[in-house]
T-cell receptor, first 113, second 115 residues
Framework: AQSVSQHNHHVILSEAASLELGCNYS??????LFWYVQYPGQHLQLLLK??????LVKGIKGFEAEFIKSKFSFNLRKPSVQWSDTAEYFC???????????FGKGTRLHILP | DAGVIQSPRHEVTEMGQEVTLRCKPI?????LFWYRQTMMRGLELLIY????????DSGMPEDRFSAKMPNASFSTLKIQPSEPRDSAVYFC?????????????FGPGTRLLVL
Protein backbone atom coordinates (compact mmCIF):
# COMPACT_ATOMS: atom_id res chain seq x y z
CA ALA A 1 0.00 0.00 0.00
CA GLN A 2 1.10 3.54 -0.65
CA SER A 3 2.43 5.42 2.34
CA VAL A 4 4.12 8.68 3.20
CA SER A 5 6.71 9.03 5.96
CA GLN A 6 7.63 12.32 7.55
CA HIS A 7 10.83 11.95 9.50
CA ASN A 8 10.25 14.51 12.20
CA HIS A 9 7.10 14.81 14.26
CA HIS A 10 8.13 18.00 16.01
CA VAL A 11 10.77 20.56 15.03
CA ILE A 12 11.78 23.64 17.02
CA LEU A 13 13.91 26.34 15.40
CA SER A 14 14.88 29.91 16.05
CA GLU A 15 13.98 32.66 13.63
CA ALA A 16 16.34 32.96 10.65
CA ALA A 17 17.42 29.32 10.94
CA SER A 18 17.29 27.16 7.85
CA LEU A 19 14.62 24.50 7.59
CA GLU A 20 14.47 21.11 5.97
CA LEU A 21 11.58 18.72 6.58
CA GLY A 22 12.00 15.21 5.30
CA CYS A 23 9.40 13.26 3.36
CA ASN A 24 9.63 9.83 1.77
CA TYR A 25 6.94 7.90 -0.01
CA SER A 26 6.45 4.33 -1.08
CA UNK A 27 5.03 3.94 -4.55
CA UNK A 28 6.80 2.61 -7.59
CA UNK A 29 4.96 4.47 -10.31
CA UNK A 30 4.57 8.07 -11.38
CA UNK A 31 3.33 10.29 -8.59
CA UNK A 32 2.15 13.79 -7.88
CA LEU A 33 3.61 15.29 -4.72
CA PHE A 34 2.34 17.99 -2.39
CA TRP A 35 3.18 19.91 0.72
CA TYR A 36 0.27 21.36 2.66
CA VAL A 37 0.47 23.69 5.66
CA GLN A 38 -2.00 24.06 8.52
CA TYR A 39 -1.60 27.21 10.60
CA PRO A 40 -2.96 27.09 14.16
CA GLY A 41 -6.72 26.94 14.09
CA GLN A 42 -6.93 27.00 10.32
CA HIS A 43 -7.57 24.53 7.55
CA LEU A 44 -5.01 22.97 5.26
CA GLN A 45 -3.60 25.11 2.49
CA LEU A 46 -1.46 24.08 -0.43
CA LEU A 47 2.15 25.18 -0.06
CA LEU A 48 3.52 23.72 -3.28
CA LYS A 49 3.10 20.79 -5.63
CA UNK A 50 5.09 18.75 -8.11
CA UNK A 51 3.56 17.04 -11.13
CA UNK A 52 6.35 16.93 -13.69
CA UNK A 53 9.27 18.91 -15.07
CA UNK A 54 11.84 20.68 -12.92
CA UNK A 55 12.27 18.62 -9.74
CA LEU A 56 12.95 21.77 -7.74
CA VAL A 57 9.59 23.32 -7.01
CA LYS A 58 9.07 26.77 -5.57
CA GLY A 59 5.99 27.50 -3.51
CA ILE A 60 4.51 30.33 -1.53
CA LYS A 61 6.20 32.19 1.33
CA GLY A 62 9.71 31.28 0.25
CA PHE A 63 9.31 27.53 0.54
CA GLU A 64 10.72 25.09 -1.97
CA ALA A 65 10.89 21.32 -2.30
CA GLU A 66 13.07 18.97 -4.28
CA PHE A 67 11.83 15.75 -5.81
CA ILE A 68 14.54 13.08 -5.88
CA LYS A 69 13.04 10.13 -7.70
CA SER A 70 15.85 7.71 -6.87
CA LYS A 71 15.35 8.35 -3.18
CA PHE A 72 11.54 8.52 -3.28
CA SER A 73 11.89 11.81 -1.42
CA PHE A 74 10.28 15.23 -1.56
CA ASN A 75 11.92 17.32 1.17
CA LEU A 76 10.67 20.77 2.04
CA ARG A 77 13.14 23.61 2.56
CA LYS A 78 13.26 27.25 3.52
CA PRO A 79 16.56 29.14 3.92
CA SER A 80 15.40 31.44 6.70
CA VAL A 81 12.28 30.77 8.77
CA GLN A 82 10.04 33.33 10.43
CA TRP A 83 7.92 33.16 13.55
CA SER A 84 4.84 33.16 11.30
CA ASP A 85 5.95 29.82 9.82
CA THR A 86 4.85 28.11 13.03
CA ALA A 87 2.40 25.51 11.75
CA GLU A 88 1.94 21.86 10.94
CA TYR A 89 3.29 20.68 7.60
CA PHE A 90 1.95 17.71 5.70
CA CYS A 91 3.63 15.90 2.85
CA UNK A 92 1.24 14.07 0.51
CA UNK A 93 1.44 11.82 -2.52
CA UNK A 94 -1.05 10.93 -5.20
CA UNK A 95 -0.40 8.20 -7.76
CA UNK A 96 -0.62 9.80 -11.17
CA UNK A 97 -3.70 7.85 -12.17
CA UNK A 98 -5.54 8.16 -8.89
CA UNK A 99 -7.84 10.69 -7.30
CA UNK A 100 -6.67 9.83 -3.82
CA UNK A 101 -4.07 11.78 -1.90
CA UNK A 102 -2.23 9.97 0.88
CA PHE A 103 -1.00 12.26 3.64
CA GLY A 104 1.90 11.86 6.01
CA LYS A 105 1.25 12.29 9.71
CA GLY A 106 2.57 15.81 9.70
CA THR A 107 5.46 17.71 11.25
CA ARG A 108 4.75 20.37 13.85
CA LEU A 109 7.11 23.27 13.35
CA HIS A 110 7.58 25.74 16.18
CA ILE A 111 9.62 28.86 15.53
CA LEU A 112 11.02 30.69 18.51
CA PRO A 113 10.97 34.50 18.20
CA ASP B 1 -15.50 32.33 -4.17
CA ALA B 2 -16.60 31.24 -0.69
CA GLY B 3 -14.40 28.18 -0.62
CA VAL B 4 -15.46 24.85 0.85
CA ILE B 5 -18.08 25.37 3.55
CA GLN B 6 -18.51 23.01 6.46
CA SER B 7 -21.05 22.98 9.25
CA PRO B 8 -21.16 22.89 12.12
CA ARG B 9 -17.68 24.16 12.99
CA HIS B 10 -17.87 22.59 16.43
CA GLU B 11 -20.03 19.77 17.71
CA VAL B 12 -20.22 18.33 21.20
CA THR B 13 -22.44 15.32 21.69
CA GLU B 14 -22.94 12.39 23.98
CA MET B 15 -22.00 8.84 23.19
CA GLY B 16 -24.77 7.05 21.32
CA GLN B 17 -26.15 10.14 19.63
CA GLU B 18 -26.32 10.60 15.89
CA VAL B 19 -23.98 13.18 14.40
CA THR B 20 -24.34 14.71 10.94
CA LEU B 21 -21.57 16.77 9.39
CA ARG B 22 -22.24 18.84 6.30
CA CYS B 23 -20.14 20.05 3.42
CA LYS B 24 -20.72 22.37 0.50
CA PRO B 25 -17.96 22.05 -2.10
CA ILE B 26 -16.71 24.86 -4.28
CA UNK B 27 -19.09 25.44 -7.15
CA UNK B 28 -17.99 23.56 -10.26
CA UNK B 29 -15.81 21.07 -8.41
CA UNK B 30 -16.60 17.48 -9.33
CA UNK B 31 -14.72 15.59 -6.64
CA LEU B 32 -15.37 15.68 -2.91
CA PHE B 33 -13.31 14.12 -0.14
CA TRP B 34 -13.95 13.50 3.56
CA TYR B 35 -10.94 13.30 5.91
CA ARG B 36 -10.54 12.71 9.62
CA GLN B 37 -7.64 14.21 11.56
CA THR B 38 -6.48 12.91 14.94
CA MET B 39 -3.26 13.25 16.87
CA MET B 40 -2.63 9.52 16.76
CA ARG B 41 -3.44 8.75 13.15
CA GLY B 42 -2.88 12.05 11.38
CA LEU B 43 -5.01 12.89 8.35
CA GLU B 44 -6.96 9.91 7.00
CA LEU B 45 -9.09 9.78 3.88
CA LEU B 46 -12.49 8.34 4.75
CA ILE B 47 -14.34 8.44 1.44
CA TYR B 48 -14.43 10.37 -1.81
CA UNK B 49 -16.97 11.06 -4.52
CA UNK B 50 -16.66 11.86 -8.22
CA UNK B 51 -19.73 13.46 -9.79
CA UNK B 52 -21.77 12.58 -6.69
CA UNK B 53 -20.88 8.88 -6.91
CA UNK B 54 -18.88 7.26 -4.08
CA UNK B 55 -15.66 5.93 -5.57
CA UNK B 56 -13.67 4.66 -2.62
CA ASP B 57 -15.01 4.22 0.90
CA SER B 58 -12.27 1.91 2.10
CA GLY B 59 -11.24 4.46 4.70
CA MET B 60 -14.59 4.50 6.44
CA PRO B 61 -13.79 2.99 9.82
CA GLU B 62 -17.03 1.14 10.58
CA ASP B 63 -20.63 0.68 9.57
CA ARG B 64 -21.48 3.42 12.02
CA PHE B 65 -20.10 5.85 9.45
CA SER B 66 -21.98 6.70 6.28
CA ALA B 67 -21.66 9.44 3.67
CA LYS B 68 -23.95 10.72 0.98
CA MET B 69 -23.76 13.22 -1.82
CA PRO B 70 -27.30 13.79 -3.09
CA ASN B 71 -26.24 16.54 -5.47
CA ALA B 72 -23.19 18.39 -6.67
CA SER B 73 -23.40 21.07 -4.01
CA PHE B 74 -23.94 19.09 -0.82
CA SER B 75 -22.55 16.13 1.09
CA THR B 76 -23.10 14.68 4.54
CA LEU B 77 -21.06 12.44 6.79
CA LYS B 78 -23.12 10.70 9.43
CA ILE B 79 -22.02 8.81 12.52
CA GLN B 80 -24.67 6.69 14.20
CA PRO B 81 -24.22 5.87 17.01
CA SER B 82 -21.28 8.07 17.93
CA GLU B 83 -18.52 6.94 20.28
CA PRO B 84 -15.81 8.87 22.19
CA ARG B 85 -13.12 7.51 19.85
CA ASP B 86 -14.83 9.34 16.99
CA SER B 87 -13.68 12.62 18.48
CA ALA B 88 -11.56 14.31 15.82
CA VAL B 89 -11.52 17.12 13.30
CA TYR B 90 -13.37 16.17 10.12
CA PHE B 91 -12.34 17.96 6.94
CA CYS B 92 -14.10 18.12 3.64
CA UNK B 93 -12.18 18.96 0.46
CA UNK B 94 -13.20 19.47 -3.12
CA UNK B 95 -11.39 19.49 -6.42
CA UNK B 96 -12.23 20.23 -10.02
CA UNK B 97 -11.98 17.14 -12.14
CA UNK B 98 -10.53 18.79 -15.19
CA UNK B 99 -7.46 16.64 -14.62
CA UNK B 100 -5.93 14.54 -11.89
CA UNK B 101 -3.36 17.28 -11.44
CA UNK B 102 -5.80 19.69 -9.91
CA UNK B 103 -5.37 20.71 -6.28
CA UNK B 104 -7.72 19.79 -3.47
CA UNK B 105 -9.18 22.72 -1.52
CA PHE B 106 -9.96 22.08 2.10
CA GLY B 107 -12.77 23.40 4.25
CA PRO B 108 -12.26 24.76 7.77
CA GLY B 109 -13.19 21.46 9.39
CA THR B 110 -15.69 20.34 12.01
CA ARG B 111 -14.25 19.73 15.45
CA LEU B 112 -16.24 16.85 16.96
CA LEU B 113 -16.16 15.89 20.62
CA VAL B 114 -18.08 12.83 21.74
CA LEU B 115 -18.45 12.59 25.50
Amino acid sequence: AQSVSQHNHHVILSEAASLELGCNYSYGGTVNLFWYVQYPGQHLQLLLKYFSGDPLVKGIKGFEAEFIKSKFSFNLRKPSVQWSDTAEYFCAVSPNRDDKIIFGKGTRLHILP
Amino acid sequence: DAGVIQSPRHEVTEMGQEVTLRCKPISGHNSLFWYRQTMMRGLELLIYFNNNVPIDDSGMPEDRFSAKMPNASFSTLKIQPSEPRDSAVYFCASRPQRSLQETQYFGPGTRLLVL
